[in-house]
């Protein structure tokens, strides 16, 4: 396998801040790195993909002003939510692709729970 | 978002049964993936299926690719109280992008 660390792994902030989270792959590089966002009893929704020295590529419905995405280096991504909002709250789970075998596999990282005041 | 639905929902079982539980999509994959997660933690894969009609076991665990490439089940076998968490299935066309189901989330009683 592979493991994937995020930091912080909870953060709590006021309404109209910005907060950045980090995702690394430890023992790795990742190819592409994915930031998934999960609301409370609901499934994983995927936000962006983000490769290493190019702009992130968001999906529909994802604000990429408000969720910035820079991927510095094979094992280093981050996601900023600027101005966050109360509606921001959710669980936020990257992952970083690896190539096992013949195929690609992500690998997930633990998750941070993000409560904006 | 796109998401597969998976059914049931829920599930409420004793220690020792089977379960079962399935994942359709209106639209095909050229891969399906079921993962478990724990509570506050990201998820993790159980299995992978590459090709249309392959079954594939991983301890008490076994799933299948369905040869439409339109659904996939997964079954357990003898539960056990650390089956307790959400699994959900994945699937993947021609990029890494993974589309998750709906999940199922398995309480499993002593």
């Known amino acids: 396998g592979a493991v994937v660390s995020q930091h912080p792994s909870r953060v709590i902030c006021k309404s109209g801040t910005s907060v950045k989270i980090e995702c690394r792959s430890l023992?790795?590089?990742?190819?592409?790195m994915f930031w998934y966002r999960q609301f409370p009893k609901k499934s994983l929704m995927l936000m962006a993909t983000?490769?290493?020295?190019?702009?992130?590529?968001?999906e529909q419905g994802v604000e990429k002003d408000k969720f910035l995405i820079n991927h510095a280096s094979l094992t280093l991504s981050t996601l900023t939510v600027t101005s966050a909002h109360p509606e921001d709250s959710s669980f936020y789970i990257c992952?970083?692709?690896?190539?096992?075998?013949?195929?690609?596999?992500?690998?997930f990282g633990p998750g941070t729970r993000l409560t904006v005041l | 978002g796109q998401q597969l639905n998976q059914s049931p929902q829920s599930m409420f079982i004793q220690e020792g049964e089977d379960v079962s539980m399935n994942c359709t999509s209106s639209s095909i994959f050229n891969t399906w993936l079921w993962y478990k997660q724990d509570p506050g933690e990201g998820p993790v894969l159980l299995i992978a299926l590459y090709k249309a009609g392959e079954l594939t076991s991983n301890g008490r665990l076994t799933a299948q690719f369905g040869i439409t490439r339109k659904d996939s089940f997964l079954n357990i076998s003898a539960s056990i109280p650390s089956d307790v968490g959400i699994y959900f299935c994945a699937g993947q066309l021609h990029t890494d992008k993974l589309i998750f189901g709906t999940g199922t989330r398995l309480q499993v009683f002593p």
């Open positions: 992952s970083g692709t690896k190539r096992e075998g013949l195929h690609n596999e992500q690998f």
């Open positions: 023992d790795f590089q990742a190819t592409t």
């Open positions: 983000s490769n290493e020295g190019s702009k992130a590529t968001y």
